[in-house]
């Protein structure tokens, strides 16, 4: 298992000599804005500028580990199932044969167009910390979206077709894909369905396409939002090898009401999650996520951060030595 830090939106000098001092080996990178890359409608990203990003990384002493999510407008219509959706999977497919070239081994992301939703970024934890969370009751009368009531059906059916496509050129290119499960796990928000709000879910995406390269981006946070056994489904997955890399975080609540908290206090009980990491062979990033925000905290959350990290690495350690 290895430390890496993640929710990188813009990477800066000062984020990678701060992954440096936390001890990461390795960095993920969210949604990159990289030069001479096509435009939002119709984009893919780039041999040379995703050469550029690794090399840069590289340059730090750090490994790029992944690549989490590409914007969403380069792929609504496959998401959606709208005219379009063919040109928009093969730049989908440009995008995982370039990083196969320059060798980023993983790519998250999600299949859910409102991707992550929460009512509230300013609830108050423990000491007045600042944590996010989400109140279905408030979100129920959600008018749809533009684009009109989507079902569940059509979303399976809108992600069985793009997955059949896509896994075969991640093969052939060497990158692994790994799903996000959709956050909040309720059934439909705004009129679109998120199917990705169960176990039974995902093992429903590794049997649509059986594949060393179909596997899940392992939101431990959202994964307990559903109100399941996290470590039963770490050990299900896990023993599979289906979980590419892990979202380290806690929360408190169930699929229709829960705030996010520090690592240490949630409902998950997090050095037994570790250890059922360790017990299944899981071997790759491990990065902070949706981390409070502390007092006299940076806007992209250094303070919060550093405290994850610490208890992050502390863990591992204590597994390693134990186990």
């Known amino acids: 298992m290895r430390f890496a830090l993640g929710s990188i939106y813009e990477l800066t000098d000062d984020k990678l000599i701060f992954a440096k001092q936390l001890g990461?080996?390795?960095?993920i990178v969210h949604s990159p804005v990289l030069p001479g890359t096509a435009p939002l409608g119709e984009?893919?990203?780039?041999?040379?500028?995703?050469?550029?990003?690794?090399?840069?990384?590289?340059?730090a002493g750090l490994r790029l580990a992944a690549i989490e999510n590409i914007p969403s407008e380069w792929y609504?219509?496959?998401m959606l199932g709208f005219s379009g959706r063919d040109a928009q999977i093969e730049n989908f497919c440009k995008t995982l044969e370039n990083m196969g070239r320059v060798g980023i081994p993983i790519l998250g992301y999600n299949f859910c167009p409102g991707r992550v939703w929460r009512t509230c970024s300013h609830t108050s934890w423990?000491?007045?910390a600042?944590?996010?969370s989400f109140d279905y009751e408030l979100m129920k009368n959600a008018p749809?979206?533009?684009?009109?009531?989507?079902?569940d059906d059509q979303m399976w059916e809108n992600f069985t077709y793009f997955v059949k496509r896509v896994v075969p050129v991640a093969e052939e290119a060497g990158v692994k894909m790994a799903l996000h499960p959709d956050d909040p796990p309720v059934p439909s928000l705004a009129g679109i369905a998120r199917i990705f709000r169960s176990p039974e879910a995902f093992k429903r995406l590794i049997e649509i396409v059986?594949?060393?390269?179909?596997?899940?981006?392992?939101?431990?946070?959202t994964f307990s939002e559903m109100g399941i056994d996290v470590i039963e489904a770490i050990r299900y997955f896990g023993s599979r090898r289906k979980i590419f890399y892990v979202h380290f975080r806690n929360v408190i609540g169930n699929p229709y009401k829960f705030n996010e908290t520090f690592v240490d206090d949630g409902q998950t009980d997090m050095l037994r999650a570790m250890m059922a990491f360790k017990e299944v062979g899981f071997d790759g990033p491990i990065i902070d996520d949706h981390v409070p925000c502390m007092v006299d905290d940076s806007p992209w959350g250094h303070r919060?951060?550093?405290?994850?990290?610490?208890?992050?690495?502390a863990l591992i350690a204590a597994v390693n030595a134990l186990m």
């Open 210 to 221: 059986s594949s060393d390269f179909n596997g899940i981006e392992f939101c431990q946070g």
């Open 304 to 313: 919060g951060r550093a405290y994850a990290a610490g208890y992050i690495k």
């Open 130 to 132: 600042r944590v996010t």
């Open 126 to 128: 423990r000491g007045d």
């Open 24 to 27: 990461a080996t390795d960095i």
């Open 144 to 151: 749809p979206t533009e684009h009109g009531v989507i079902t």
């Open 43 to 59: 984009g893919y990203y780039g041999f040379r500028p995703l050469l550029m990003l690794r090399t840069r990384v590289e340059a």
């Open 76 to 78: 609504l219509k496959a």
